[in-house]
């Protein structure tokens, strides 16, 4: 009894895979279509020095809008401040993801972009303008 379970477990355990194996095909009609190999979050490692400074500029500009003498002084430099900070953290929050297709003619093309646009690994995506993959939507 115990072998004829043993027996059916192992034989369910290594069907189940084959079962919800993901197929898929690239139509015929789909030139710019690949599929998805792999898909990695990679980081553009930026300091954020250049947002910093655009945004106290852009803060220092706008905070001198407000009030008169000593007020916009402050509105000024609290501006700087605040426009710098927010700069800085939006600079540095920049992420790509690089993104692997397999093509139809059997060449492997890479591209990175901000968005992944519902895509995952194994689905059939469309190149646009050779630069972004989107899911591939007949």
Same mark, same amino acid.
């Given at each position: +009894?115990?072998?004829?379970?043993?027996?059916?477990?192992?034989?369910?355990?290594?069907?189940?895979?084959?079962?919800?194996?993901?197929?898929?095909? =690239?139509?015929?009609?789909?030139?710019?279509?690949?599929?998805?190999?792999?898909?990695?979050?990679?980081?553009?490692? %930026?300091?954020?020095? #250049? /947002?910093?400074?655009?945004?106290?500029?852009?803060? #220092?500009?706008? /905070?001198?809008?407000? /009030?008169? $003498?000593?007020?916009?002084?402050?509105?000024?430099?609290? $501006?700087?401040? $605040?426009?710098?900070?927010?700069? %800085?953290? =939006?600079?540095? #929050?920049? +992420?790509?993801?690089?993104?692997?297709?397999?093509? &139809?003619? $059997?060449?492997?093309?890479?591209?990175?972009?901000?968005?992944?646009?519902?895509? &995952?690994?194994?689905?059939?995506? &469309?190149?646009?303008?050779? &630069?972004?993959?989107?899911?591939?939507?007949?």
């Amino acid at each position: +009894m115990k072998n004829s379970i043993l027996s059916t477990f192992l034989a369910a355990s290594l069907l189940a895979p084959a079962a919800f194996a993901q197929v898929t095909k =690239i139509p015929a009609n789909c030139y710019d279509c690949g599929i998805v190999t792999h898909i990695e979050k990679v980081s553009d490692a %930026k300091s954020g020095t #250049g /947002g910093a400074i655009a945004g106290a500029v852009v803060g #220092g500009l706008l /905070g001198n809008q407000v /009030g008169g $003498g000593t007020g916009k002084t402050v509105a000024t430099v609290a $501006g700087a401040a $605040g426009g710098a900070y927010a700069g %800085k953290k =939006i600079s540095e #929050g920049n +992420m790509e993801y690089e993104v692997t297709l397999k093509m &139809k003619d $059997g060449s492997t093309r890479v591209v990175h972009q901000e968005w992944l646009h519902d895509i &995952k690994v194994g689905q059939v995506a &469309k190149l646009k303008d050779g &630069k972004t993959a989107k899911l591939y939507k007949p």
